[in-house]
């Protein structure tokens, strides 16, 4: 099975101009989902990750599975308004916008290394966000994982010296 056939795409959404790169299909699929997280699974096992950040929202429905896997914890990087306690905010900008990203300021310690995974890499804007709460925490990222990512928006660009790794593209 090719992972890649049960990515739809869906045009002008959120807004006019941009194709869409929806997942769901995949997360729907037992087999798609399962070879899905068995890509990240496969190249984390054993790379001596403590932290699995997960972007909200699709970066949850890859990292949790890749954290359970590979037996490290998980931490959700949300949108504002939705943690509960003391955090730290960053803002970014998006292909279509602006918005901003929280992490609770306990999340994570000094030197814990961590892997940040969402389902896609566009712009490089959310991840660039999240690299700056992790290393105002003081966390080693070890790296960035995307199941896609869209080659003609340049997003990795936005992470230079840290390991990107994508599975898909387009």
Do not use: W
Not at 49 to 55: A, E, L, R, T
Not at 112 to 128: E, I, K, N, P, R
Request: proline share 6%; no cysteine; hydrophobic share 45%.
């Amino acid at each position: 099975m090719d992972v890649k056939e049960l990515i739809r795409a869906i045009p002008d959404f959120p807004i006019p101009g941009i194709l869409f790169r929806d997942i769901t299909p995949l997360l729907k699929d037992p087999q798609g989902f399962k070879q899905a997280v068995d890509l990240f699974v496969t190249r984390y096992r054993g790379r001596g990750i403590d932290y699995v950040v997960g972007i909200e929202a699709r970066g949850y429905m890859l990292g949790a599975p890749l954290a359970y896997a590979i037996g490290a914890g998980f931490v959700p990087v949300r949108k504002p308004g939705k943690l509960p306690y003391s955090k730290l905010s960053e803002s970014y900008a998006l292909e279509y916008g602006t918005n901003s990203l929280e992490i609770h300021e306990d999340a994570l310690g000094r030197g814990d290394t961590v892997v940040v995974v969402d389902d896609l890499l566009a712009t490089g804007g959310t991840a660039m966000a999240t690299r700056r709460l992790l290393e105002r925490l003081g966390a080693k990222v070890e790296g960035f994982a995307f199941l896609i990512e869209l080659i003609a928006l340049n997003g990795r660009n936005a992470l230079p010296g840290v390991d990107v790794t994508t599975f898909i593209t387009y």
